[in-house]
Nanobody, 117 residues
Framework: QVQLVESGGGLVRTGGSLRLSCIVS?????IGWFRQAPGKEREFVAS????????AYADSVKGRFTISRDNAKNTVPLQMSSLEPEDTAVYYC?????????????WGQGTQVTVSS
């Protein structure tokens, strides 16, 4: 059974940094980070291919966020820098069925990130 556990959220001031982490079980093809702000739809933040490390980012976080993976620890960190109030949201990690192009079907419980102005 696939389980995902996020950690690292918290309160930070504008311009600050936070590092989220997702403990991943199973053998996904891709791991994604998503976020959902109050009253808004969930949106894609970043993703990484487990085997190659190839990463993709939403335009809104490009240059500020970095996704990586630690194969030995089975974790996927999301390093967030130059945070803005607009980054305030619950952040979720997700994995697919282990096949390229398959949808994200496993989700963690989420971790709250709050950026104060």
């Amino acid at each position: 059974q696939v389980q995902l556990v996020e950690s690292g959220g918290g309160l930070v001031r504008t311009g600050g940094s936070l590092r989220l982490s997702c403990i991943v079980s199973g053998r996904p093809f891709s791991i994604g980070w998503f976020r959902q702000a109050p009253g808004k739809e969930r949106e894609f933040v970043a993703s990484i291919v487990w085997s190659s490390g190839s990463a993709a980012y939403a335009d809104s976080v490009k240059g500020r966020f970095t996704i990586s993976r630690d194969n030995a620890k089975n974790t996927v960190p999301l390093q967030m820098s130059s945070l803005e109030p607009e980054d305030t949201a619950v952040y979720y990690c997700a994995t697919d069925r282990g096949v390229r192009g398959s949808p994200y079907i496993h989700w963690g419980q989420g971790t709250q990130v709050t950026v104060s102005s």
